[in-house]
């Protein structure tokens, strides 16, 4: 999952412990979060920053629900096209789980050969995107300094 550091950043999910993970309009990463279950960890991605990097790891502590900004007319996530009865936006709420001592910066997992098939590395501007197990371990040991 990932988000701009000035908009929401690890430390802003450090301090809150937990967040609703709101105002995704796009259906692709949507879609990820409606199979999203309670306890799936999360790779936290800060972008924008310099360079964009792995920030932490948060975890899933609400399985999908729709997301309520849909339907507030004051929100800048507003849809007036959603359904309450079929709504069309989803979000999970997500926890803080670690911050990384130092962040995992994108060009370093696009150098990494083991994680040439990451959707991070194909497409990141999705701002959220599956991730194999042997990829959450792999950026896990990189921002502990472990190198293959």
Not at 53 to 74: I, L
Not at 80 to 100: A, H, I
Not at 101 to 110: E, G, M, N, R, Y
Request: no cysteine; net charge positive; aromatic share 10%.
């Amino acid at each position: 999952m990932k988000s701009e550091p000035e908009v929401y950043s690890i430390d802003d999910l450090r301090r809150d412990r937990r967040t609703p993970w709101d105002g995704v309009r796009n259906y692709q990463a949507r879609n990820h979060m409606r199979v999203m279950e309670k306890g799936d960890l999360v790779l936290f991605y800060h972008s924008r920053s310099h360079p964009p990097a792995v920030a932490g790891v948060a975890k899933v502590v609400k399985e999908a629900y729709p997301d309520p900004t849909q339907f507030d007319r004051k929100s800048k996530y507003y849809d007036p096209r959603s359904d309450k009865d079929v709504p069309r936006w989803w979000l999970v709420d997500v926890g803080f789980v670690e911050r990384f001592d130092v962040p995992v910066p994108l060009p370093a997992i696009k150098a990494d050969r083991g994680l040439a098939d990451m959707v991070l590395v194909n497409n990141s501007r999705l701002s959220v995107q599956p991730v194999t197990d042997q990829e959450f371990e792999r950026v896990r040991e990189m921002a502990k300094g472990k190198t293959k």
